[in-house]
């Protein structure tokens, strides 16, 4: 590596390089550096998910990645496509004709790496006269407009309080579904969803199965409340995992008067799970989307925190299912409520 040459050599430090699989924000290995003995982490790529804190355990440096795109073309895709003050309009997407509602209004969104040409395209939009823009939405700590697979910004609709009812819009830049369909989940009330692909640049309409999805879940939690044995899994990549959210379950599933096996994984495989053959039910502490989108490949139910709570009567099953697993005003089941946030001391 020559950026760890180039350290060793100019600063007189000892460099490691941690080769662990890295799928998004939540997989930033401070506790593997700490574990390590190391003073400081660079990490590459994703958003600031774990805050940076100068007195915390390890002290970190985020190297942003920015993919630049043609953000004129998404501009004109959308002045294009969604003509400003229409009195009726037609989009005809991947040979699907639509109507759009007079007035509708549009929000626009994306992943980390395409934030910046966000928000020159939105601005160059605005200076153009274009009025259908709604504010940046935003789910704290991240970043506005961003969304991640587990965590998505809860869509306001102006004028709802007056009785009005505007049709909404997405638009969402990215190169695949994976976090678009976090935003879809958490807001099922938006019927109408774009995704903007910047590499071959087509815009697509998209759309999520919601009362499959919620069929699916609700049967495994059904399935799961009937247990006696529960594996608890710790996800230890990276930040995946929360020690408080799993000593919270562990202590819930023991006044319930289940048996608990706590089992650290870094990933989740039907293969390994199915090696503990008296667990009658699993509870992954890692990535939410785990058990949504692949926990019926598993021969025992696969919960997530939130779906663990209603199984055990802590929370009734939400008709919007929550994507919150980072944000700051999320469930007893996410990372920053009080029962489950955690403190690390630093490594001394």
Same mark, same amino acid.
């Given at each position: 590596c020559?950026? %760890? ?21 939540c ?18 790529g ?11 355990? #390890?002290?970190?440096?985020? #190297? ?11 501009v ?11 009195e009726?309009?037609t #989009? ?5 004709? =639509? ?6 209004k549009?929000?626009?969104a ?12 939105r ?29 998505? @910004?809860?869509l %306001? ?6 009785g ?29 969803f774009?995704?903007?692909?910047p590499? @071959? ?14 069929? *699916? ?15 608890? *899994?710790m ?11 799993v ?17 650290l994984?870094?990933?989740?495989? @039907?293969? =390994? ?10 509870i ?9 989108? /692949?926990g ?5 139910p ?13 929370? =009734? ?13 999320g469930g007893p /089941?996410?990372?920053?409520h009080?029962?489950? =946030? *955690? ?6």
């Amino acid at each position: 590596c020559i950026i %760890s040459d180039i350290l060793e050599k100019f600063a007189g430090v000892e460099t490691l390089i941690m080769g662990d699989v890295t799928y998004g924000a939540c997989c930033i290995d401070d506790f593997s550096a700490r574990a390590l003995g190391c003073d400081f982490l660079v990490h590459y790529g994703h958003s600031c998910l774990v805050p940076i804190d100068p007195t915390g355990p #390890v002290k970190m440096l985020y #190297v942003f990645v920015e993919i630049g795109i043609d953000e004129k073309h998404l501009v004109a895709t959308i002045q294009t496509n969604f003509k400003d003050n229409a009195e009726k309009e037609t #989009v005809d997407i991947e040979s699907e004709t =639509k109507v759009i509602k007079p007035g509708a209004k549009i929000y626009l969104a994306g992943t980390i790496q395409f934030t910046g040409a966000l928000r020159k395209a939105r601005k160059r939009l605005l200076e153009s006269g274009y009025s259908r823009l709604l504010p940046v939405p935003q789910a704290k700590p991240l970043s506005p407009g961003e969304t991640l697979g587990c965590t998505a @910004p809860i869509l %306001s609709i102006p004028g709802e309080e007056k009785g009005e009812n505007p049709e909404i819009i997405v638009i969402f830049v990215a190169d695949g579904r994976f976090h678009l369909e976090s935003l879809m989940i958490q807001n099922p009330f938006v019927k109408t969803f774009y995704k903007y692909d910047p590499y @071959p640049r087509k815009l697509t309409k998209e759309s999520y199965d919601h009362a499959k999805m919620h069929r *699916i879940r609700q049967h495994a939690i059904k399935q799961a409340s009937t247990a006696s044995v529960f594996g608890l *899994i710790m996800g230890s990549l990276g930040r995946q995992g929360n020690p408080g959210i799993v000593q919270r379950l562990k202590k819930r599933l023991i006044e319930a008067g289940k048996e608990v096996i706590v089992v650290l994984l870094s990933e989740v495989f @039907p293969s =390994k799970l199915a090696m503990f053959e008296s667990v009658e039910a699993w509870i992954q502490v890692a990535c939410p989307r785990l058990s949504i989108d /692949w926990g019926h490949h598993f021969k025992r139910p696969l919960l997530s925190p939130y779906e663990a709570e209603v199984a055990l009567n802590l929370q =009734k099953w939400k008709q919007i299912y929550p994507m919150d697993f980072y944000r700051k005003e999320g469930g007893p /089941w996410s990372n920053y409520h009080p029962e489950t =946030k *955690i403190k690390i001391e630093r490594k001394k």
